[in-house]
Every structure is written in C-alpha cells, then in structure tokens.
C-alpha cells in the first residue's frame, strides 16, 4: 500500500513569485526588509519543514544585514570573501555546527538563485569539526526500563508505546513522526510511507508486535482526535488534546520518560540510534540497516552505530560456531 501510494503524499507546492522586498518579524516585533535576498520566492518554491524554513530565515536574514553593513544592495553585489568573513570573523564564536550549518542556509540559496552559474563565495566552506561528540542510543535492558514505566491502561501511555515502538522498529525522526498520517500505515503489510527529511517520500516497515500497539492505539485515537486532524499521533491531555503532536511535544515528553525510567537525557533522536545499534547486534547486514532507516550512503550507518562494543562481538566468534564433532577437547586424565 504505502509504496504504490508515495508520490500521492509528497507535497505538492506550486512555485509562486511574490514580490520584493520580503518582510519578516525581528525580536522587537518590527518588520525586516531584505536587502539582497527574496527568500520569500525562495521558499515558496521550496517544500521545506517548519523548521527547517525557520532556521534559513534567521542565518540568511543575519547574513543580509551583515551584507548591508558592507554596502552590498545586490546579490551580485557578492564578494568571494563576504561569505567566509561573515562566519569565520564576525561570527568566530559559533560553534563548527552553527558555523556550518549558516553556510548551508545561505549556500543552498545562492546555488538556488544563480542555477548553473558560478558562485564565487561558495569556493570556501567552514571546516568540520574533528572533536568527537558521543552519540547516544539505549542498550536492550533500557529499552525494557523505558517501557516497564508505561501505562498500557491509559490513552497516553498506549500511544507513548505505540509511538516509541514504531521509532525503535523504523528510525523514524521525531518531525517524520509528527507528520505521519494514519491512512499511510498498513497494519496488515506493516508498510507506512512518510515524507522524510529532504521532503520526499519513503517507507518503512515495522513488526506485527508494532502492528498491534499501534492499533490498540487507534481504538483509543478514534475517540480523541478532533475533526480534520489526520496524522497517527495526537496529543492526549494537555492544551492540545486530539490535535497534531509537535515536534517540542515529543521532546517533553522523552525528557521526562528519562527521568522516570533512570535513563537520564533521553532525546526522540536517540531512537533512531537505537534502531541502528540494536539492530546490528542482532544480526542485520549494514546494507540493511541503511535501507530500513533510509540513509543515502553506509558511512551514516556507521555514524549511527558508534555506541557499538566490543563485547557485541563475542556472539560472532568463529570458534562458537565451529561443530564441536570435528574437534574434541582433550581430557587432564
């Protein structure tokens, strides 16, 4: 079902041209006037996520103020230096991560804006960060203590196990949670189709113990969600009941399950680390594993996985596999 269904759910915006300047609210609640950049065209030409569109907002916005302190009024008005300046010295205090992550808002628009053609600041790009950052994902006996405090007789818990079911067994990240529509999960193939990161369409699957608290959750969802509202998850409780999960909603909520359950920081990304991790420990080829989380190449695999140990391994050894009746150990009588 959900594979046949794929093109039907990516979005579908048309490119509409709408005209300079673009305003957008500042932190004193006045208007913005761009300087060089239409982002507002842009965007609209664009199925970018909330979040994502907020984010580009804020790093090109700073970058065109900077532009206008340069005296910069026309995009090819551009100087091979401005960008690296921009981020390197007046921005030398961001993080590598914030630093690369102002040069992607600004760069994917001036490859946008110029097509084919030459972009002479984008010769430059920050260097990665080489300090290693540890990346979480819950071993089997957290995952047991995480859904040992979970409510299976209440609305909210049936959906919390449903929901964190569905992320160990898919990878699934928090916003492609959030946006996941009920009529695109198959119960009976378990299949679902979601838009994912990068705004197309992929499925996943998931296991008939998923299949099945999803549904126990369905029957509690029908008597929740308000009209209109068609994603899987909806809030239960709270200022939103019945109404779309957000993406801080979820991130409330695995906050607090860390500090039920004595994992500690628990973060929704961390799932999909999980998925990765545990998955390789039981057995699941690598190729594998990138094709059920949907990552476009094997390092992203191994980058998900670094919460491996070595004493993983132990279960592989060729010795614990060689047949015990071509080799007998040999007595101390």
Same mark, same amino acid.
């Given at each position: 079902?959900?594979?046949?269904? %794929?093109?039907?759910?990516?979005? /579908?915006?048309?490119?509409?041209?709408?005209?300079?300047?673009?305003?957008?609210?500042?932190?004193?609640?006045?208007?913005?006037?761009?300087?060089?950049?239409?982002?507002?065209?842009?965007?609209?030409?664009?199925?970018?996520?909330?979040?994502?569109?907020?984010?580009?907002?804020?790093?090109?916005?700073?970058?065109?103020?900077? !532009?206008?302190?340069?005296?910069?009024?026309?995009?090819?008005?551009?100087?091979?230096?401005?960008?690296?300046?921009?981020?390197?010295?007046?921005?030398?205090?961001?993080?590598?991560?914030?630093?690369?992550?102002?040069?992607?808002?600004?760069?994917?628009?001036?490859?946008?804006?110029?097509?084919?053609?030459?972009?002479?600041?984008?010769?430059? =790009?920050?260097?990665?960060?080489?300090?290693?950052?540890?990346?979480?994902?819950?071993?089997?006996?957290?995952?047991?203590?995480?859904?040992?405090?979970?409510?299976?007789?209440?609305?909210?818990?049936?959906?919390?196990?449903?929901?964190?079911?569905?992320? !160990?067994?898919?990878?699934?990240?928090?916003?492609?949670?959030?946006?996941?529509?009920?009529?695109?999960?198959?119960?009976?193939?378990?299949?679902? $189709?979601?838009? &994912?990161?990068?705004?197309?369409? /992929?499925?996943?699957?998931?296991?008939?113990?998923?299949?099945?608290?999803? =549904?126990?959750?369905? $029957?509690?969802?029908?008597?929740?969600?308000?009209?209109?509202?068609?994603?899987?998850?909806?809030?239960?409780?709270?200022?939103?009941?019945?109404?779309?999960?957000?993406?801080?909603?979820?991130?409330? &909520?695995?906050?607090?399950?860390?500090?039920?359950?004595? %994992?500690?920081?628990?973060?929704?990304?961390? !799932?999909?680390?999980?998925?990765?991790?545990?998955?390789?420990?039981?057995?699941?080829?690598?190729?594998?594993?990138? %094709?059920?989380?949907?990552?476009?190449?094997?390092?992203?695999?191994?980058?998900?996985?670094?919460? !491996?140990?070595?004493?993983?391994?132990?279960?592989?050894?060729?010795? =614990?596999?060689?047949?015990? /009746?071509?080799?007998?150990?040999?007595?101390?009588?």
């Amino acid at each position: 079902m959900p594979k046949n269904n %794929i093109n039907k759910i990516t979005p /579908e915006i048309e490119c509409v041209i709408k005209p300079n300047p673009l305003y957008i609210k500042n932190n004193d609640n006045n208007l913005k006037v761009f300087n060089v950049f239409d982002l507002d065209k842009y965007i609209n030409c664009h199925t970018f996520a909330d979040e994502t569109i907020d984010k580009y907002r804020r790093y090109i916005c700073y970058f065109d103020t900077y !532009l206008a302190t340069l005296g910069r009024v026309d995009i090819n008005d551009i100087q091979p230096s401005d960008l690296r300046n921009w981020i390197q010295v007046e921005h030398a205090s961001w993080s590598p991560r914030t630093k690369r992550i102002a040069y992607i808002s600004v760069k994917l628009y001036l490859k946008w804006f110029f097509g084919n053609g030459e972009v002479p600041c984008l010769d430059w =790009k920050p260097p990665r960060s080489t300090a290693y950052r540890k990346r979480r994902s819950l071993n089997e006996q957290q995952v047991s203590s995480l859904f040992s405090i979970l409510n299976g007789n209440t609305a909210k818990g049936v959906r919390d196990i449903a929901m964190i079911s569905l992320m !160990l067994d898919t990878g699934l990240r928090v916003s492609e949670v959030c946006r996941l529509k009920a009529k695109d999960v198959d119960l009976i193939t378990g299949e679902l $189709a979601v838009v &994912i990161k990068g705004n197309h369409a /992929e499925t996943a699957v998931f296991s008939e113990l998923t299949a099945n608290r999803i =549904k126990n959750w369905m $029957a509690y969802r029908k008597k929740i969600v308000k009209p209109n509202v068609v994603e899987l998850f909806v809030g239960v409780g709270g200022l939103t009941p019945g109404k779309t999960m957000t993406r801080n909603g979820i991130k409330k &909520i695995f906050r607090d399950l860390g500090v039920l359950s004595g %994992i500690g920081k628990f973060a929704p990304h961390d !799932l999909r680390r999980t998925f990765a991790t545990l998955s390789i420990m039981h057995g699941a080829p690598t190729r594998l594993v990138q %094709i059920g989380g949907r990552w476009k190449s094997i390092s992203m695999v191994e980058l998900y996985t670094q919460d !491996l140990q070595l004493t993983a391994f132990k279960v592989y050894l060729p010795m =614990k596999h060689i047949a015990s /009746e071509t080799y007998k150990e040999p007595t101390t009588e």
